[in-house]
């Protein structure tokens, strides 16, 4: 027995999906991303509400002690977890949901004999398979389990095709006869195309195959809905592999590359995950009060944050800063490059997180022909975002990426823990340029140090 019939369970799912929509829309921009998170949660529960009073459930017990222990594990996890690790937070949901749908499918194999919803079964077993175990080898590389940089080996993209190739042949007798045996073997094959799909991936495209994967999983979900005869989650799959996908394309044009380089660069030494080495060759470098004159005494000061000022958790004493200058008469502003950090809006949400207002956020297209106004350009925790090579060295990995023109400005301030090149791995010419100076310490530290000496002038 079910309460709803349906035409309200239509009309409640139609309502989730409007939900979904209203989300993404919110998502657009940092003013409404926390009402469009409410309402994408919202929908959310709406759907999972509908889908329990509209069907006849068998093993309720069972479900709702998964969804307890689910809740139990993640809502802690989800509140605690820092915003450099979001990264490796949304590479869990992403395997997690590609997971999900491919244990769905293969469940679901056994209770149909129709050829096309075999072919969805096979799309959701090998998409899910491949996002499932690539997250996993993501998350690893995030989380410093393994290493960053590019994992290859001699015959890898043979290796690769001959799995392809065993997963089609496997798809294709699933599809005819329906074989529960060769779907595990789908199964398999596919986490093991996620794992060397994912390996020779380093540097600072990790973040990028996040985003492919998440599209991935989008695909599987929506295919699984197919195999269930639910239009809700046809959408709601639909919907995270579209934007997943935009996502993607807009972090590879950010990036100055392509999809397809980013995934198979390093086969051909194209990867962005070059050396570690620490250079030895001589720079200039100040005292946080030498830094505190440049900034106190400037007209026009334009911040750039990076991966460096999430780490060291400086946003609260960056903003302060600007304030104190501000109160002296300076123009502060803060340069966004798409990809600072590690993911796309890394940087306005921790900015946004101190207080940061949203008019002193100014994307790279807006920013860049307002550095050559620019007394200073600070640079905290930034790196390859601001690396000239992108534009002058063709040989670089990183040439073609589009950068913030900090050398436009009169002055450079790097704060830096070392001379330690960037996730990219790469040395940066500005460094080493006479209008630039350095001051090498923990990134908040240098900040209330600099702070400190601002307020005193």
């Known amino acids: ?17 409007a939900c979904f929509i209203l989300a993404l829309k919110g998502l657009n ?24 009073v509209s069907v006849k459930l068998d093993n309720v017990p069972w479900i709702v002690g998964a969804i307890a222990v689910g809740s139990v594990v993640a ?21 997690v949901g590609g997971g999900a749908a491919a244990l769905v499918a293969l469940l679901e194999l056994s209770h149909t004999g129709d050829a096309w919803v075999r072919l969805a079964i096979v799309f959701t077993l090998l998409v899910g398979a491949v996002s499932f175990a690539g997250s996993g ?16 080996f001699p015959g890898l ?23 529960l045996l060769l779907a595990f073997v789908l199964l398999i094959l596919g986490l093991v195309a996620g794992v060397l799909l994912v390996l020779p991936v380093g540097g600072a495209d990790v973040p990028i195959v996040i985003s492919l994967l998440n599209a991935f999983t989008g695909l599987a979900v929506a295919a699984s809905g197919l195999v269930l005869g639910n239009v809700l989650l046809v959408v709601a799959g639909t919907l995270v592999g579209a934007s997943g996908t935009i996502l993607t394309r807009a972090m590879a044009a950010a990036m100055g590359r392509s999809v397809a380089g980013i995934m198979f660069g390093a086969f051909k030494g194209g990867s962005t995950a070059g050396s570690t080495a620490v250079s030895e060759r001589p720079v200039r470098s100040s005292s946080p009060e030498d830094v505190a004159v440049l900034l106190g005494y400037a007209q026009r000061v334009i911040i750039v944050p990076g991966y460096g000022l999430a780490v060291a958790q400086g946003q609260h004493t960056a903003a302060e800063l600007a304030l104190a200058l501000e109160a002296r008469g300076t123009e502060v502003d803060f ?54 090579a992108a534009k002058t060295t063709s040989g670089s990995p990183i040439y073609g990426m589009p950068i913030l023109e900090v050398a436009e400005a009169r002055q450079v301030v790097f704060l830096k823990r070392s001379m330690r090149p960037g996730f990219a791995g790469i040395e940066n010419e500005l460094l080493y340029e006479p209008q630039t100076t350095l001051l090498f310490g923990d990134a908040k530290d240098s900040l209330t140090k600099v702070l400190g000496a601002v307020k005193a002038l």
Request: no cysteine; hydrophobic share 55%.
């Open 1 to 17: 027995m079910t309460l709803l019939d349906p035409t309200w369970t239509a009309l409640l799912y139609l309502a989730a999906a």
């Open 75 to 95: 809502a802690p996890v989800a509140r605690r977890v820092q915003m450099t690790q979001m990264p490796q937070l949304v590479a869990l949901f992403n395997g």
């Open 157 to 179: 993209p043979v290796l690769m095709a001959v799995v392809l190739l065993a997963a089609v042949g496997a798809g294709v007798v699933v599809i005819l006869d329906g074989s």
């Open 29 to 52: 921009s940092p003013r409404t991303a926390r009402r469009g998170n409410l309402i994408g949660a919202f929908g959310a529960l709406l759907a999972v509400v509908t889908a329990f």
């Open 137 to 152: 080898v993501t998350f690893a590389k995030l989380q410093g389990l393994m290493t960053t940089r590019p994992v290859t």
């Open 335 to 388: 340069a966004i490059h798409p990809v600072a950090g590690r993911m796309p809006g890394h940087m306005n949400v921790l900015l946004a997180e101190a207080n940061v207002p949203y008019e002193s956020l100014k994307e790279m297209s807006d920013i860049n022909p307002e550095f050559k106004t620019a007394d200073v350009a600070l640079v905290v925790g930034a790196n390859d975002v601001v690396n000239p």
